[in-house]
């Protein structure tokens, strides 16, 4: 299930990103949309890894997925801090970001 909702999510930030920008509170500028068309695309091919990894034993992608995800969340978390025009988005990337992380921790190997 994890895969089908990041892959959703990924579509979404490649097909729409402007107009998610703007309704998580920021400006949809063409660097905007750009970063979040390439964040789009990184959860799109997250989640067919994931959807190849199926259920076989091992929490290696599962591991690297959930390091990646927290990754995302600690640079959201920088932006948000540093940055008062991007705090709201960054903020709600972070909070996604994270719970991404702490799906990946539920349904993969060795919960």
Not at 25 to 47: N, Y
Request: aromatic letters at 4%; a positive charge.
């Amino acid at each position: 299930m994890l895969p089908v909702v990041r892959g959703a999510w990924g579509l979404t930030l490649v097909a729409v990103p402007g107009w998610l920008i703007t309704k998580c509170g920021g400006e949809a500028t063409r660097r905007s949309r750009g970063v979040a068309r390439v964040l789009g695309a990184r959860h799109l091919l997250q989640a067919v890894v994931e959807a190849r990894g199926g259920r076989r034993p091992g929490g290696g992608r599962s591991v690297l997925g959930r390091s990646v995800d927290l990754s995302h969340a600690g640079t959201a978390v920088a932006l948000a801090a540093t940055d008062r025009r991007w705090r709201r988005v960054a903020s709600l990337d972070a909070v996604i970001a994270t719970g991404f992380a702490a799906a990946g921790r539920r349904s993969g190997p060795g919960r």
